[in-house]
């Protein structure tokens, strides 16, 4: 069977930098930083203090006020990330066929905001008195399912739970699922939002968080200084479409996903394989996928989550995958300013890759002071840059040994 084009139409994002995409990126160009002192909650005797929280979040915005009280947090910031990624597409359910339009949303954990509240209920009142929702809020794949009840996509409905590959996966998976022919329009994308007390206090526990005070030496990929990753909550969608099917309803196309590589480290249920194989292999596999040389890819968002071990084995992964041209290419972190979305990363990263494409620009890693050998790229320390790209990647990386690469293609009309 041929294999079809794959293009992204539409795009929307929640993120600490803002509650759309074009607020979002606007703040990744200028290099602003969306990590703080928590606000949700009350840390005080906890460990970490900092997290990247999504700000001035009103989901009666959107939502009637007795539907979003139904509705977790991750779910809500779906559901708004999807809805901007329809509108900005133009896509008009009347004239679709709803059985071939699809839905690949991810989500790490799912509803944490309500576990740790209807626990908290339960032991206090008795579990037989936790919330009639409590079930159909936590429950992974509920982000996905929302978005097709709401937008009345009836195609395949599906949520990839790979830790932090999660919103990366289920872009790579919808690209396929249309590019061999079993949709014409798929809603990808990626949500979370677990900056709850117990949620932190597990990850602290596994000693991945960063513990200090201060936002400006919390999340800084790459940095010899990096001592953690800073949690983050948000979601990210893209509307993906077969090419011609975008062409023949008048669509803006803002990219075209080119290819897609997955693997797995089979090593640890935390920690990358130090030599950086694993995701070397999910990378060379994206470029394979798309019929493109290493030397034609000018921009990666990596990964980089800001923990010695993530950034250092990522590091040996790109020069493993792309040889001697790994010296040449931007390897830049967002995470430096959105800290680590988790199931949303992905999803958000990609979006933000798609605009890297679309207006020339590479994002920077910003806070970035001391060198550290064993991460010796060309991360784009502190300021952004113009460039013109015509081939961009985004990697994701994944508890449990998930590794996940899209690799996007600049549009030309």
């Known amino acids: 069977m041929e294999k079809r084009r794959v293009v992204i139409t539409g795009m929307g994002a929640v993120t600490p930098l803002g509650l759309n995409l074009a607020d979002s990126w606007a703040a990744v160009k200028r290099g602003e930083c969306g990590i703080g002192p928590i606000t949700l909650y009350d840390p005080a005797g906890q460990k970490v203090s900092l997290a990247a929280e999504v700000k001035n979040f009103d989901p009666t915005a959107f939502l009637d006020k007795k539907e979003a009280r139904k509705l977790d947090r991750c779910v809500q910031f779906a559901l ?4 901007q990624a329809v509108a900005s597409a133009g896509l008009l359910m009347e004239q679709e066929d709803a059985g071939r339009c699809a839905v690949f949303f991810a989500s790490g954990i799912g509803g944490f905001t309500t576990i740790q509240a209807e626990c908290l209920k339960g032991a206090e009142k008795g579990y037989d008195r936790v919330s009639p929702f409590f079930i159909p809020m936590v429950i992974a794949n509920m982000a996905a399912g929302n978005i097709a009840i709401r937008h009345g996509f009836g195609g395949m409905c599906t949520c990839p739970v790979t830790a932090c590959a999660s ?10 699922h249309i590019r061999d022919g079993y949709a014409e329009v798929a809603l990808a994308g990626g949500t979370e939002a677990s900056i709850t007390p117990l949620a932190m206090g597990g990850f602290t526990s596994l000693h991945a ?10 999340s800084v990929p790459f940095d010899a200084r990096r001592s953690g990753f800073v949690m983050g909550e948000g979601a990210g969608a893209l509307l993906l479409e077969e090419y011609e099917h975008a062409v023949r309803r008048g669509a803006t196309i803002l990219a075209e996903v080119a290819g897609y590589g997955v693997s797995c480290d089979a090593h640890h249920i935390t920690a990358p394989l130090p030599d950086g194989s694993g995701a070397a292999r999910a990378m060379t596999l994206a470029l394979a996928d798309g019929g493109v040389s290493p030397e034609q890819v000018g921009y990666i968002n990596a990964h980089g989550t800001s923990t ?3 950034d250092a084995g990522e590091t040996a992964a790109v020069k493993l995958a792309f040889g001697e041209h790994a010296a040449k290419l931007a390897v830049s972190s967002t995470k430096s300013m959105t800290g680590h979305l988790l199931g949303a990363a992905g999803a958000v990263e990609a979006a933000f890759t798609a605009m890297a494409l679309r207006e020339d620009f590479l994002p920077a ?3 970035y002071e001391q060198p550290d050998p064993a991460c010796d790229l060309d991360v784009v320390p502190n300021t952004g840059r113009m460039a013109r790209v015509q081939y961009a990647m985004s990697n994701s990386l994944g508890f449990g040994g998930h590794n996940a690469s899209i690799l996007l293609k600049k549009w030309e009309d």
């Not at 708004?80 to 809805?83: H, I």
């Not at 919103?167 to 396929?176: K, L, S």
């Open 209 to 218: 968080l960063h513990t200090g005070d201060d936002p400006a030496c919390a």
């Open 365 to 367: 890693t910003i806070h």
């Open 308 to 310: 010695p071990l993530n």
């Open 80 to 83: 708004s990330a999807a809805d």
């Open 167 to 176: 919103g990366t996966n289920a872009v790579g998976d919808a690209f396929r």
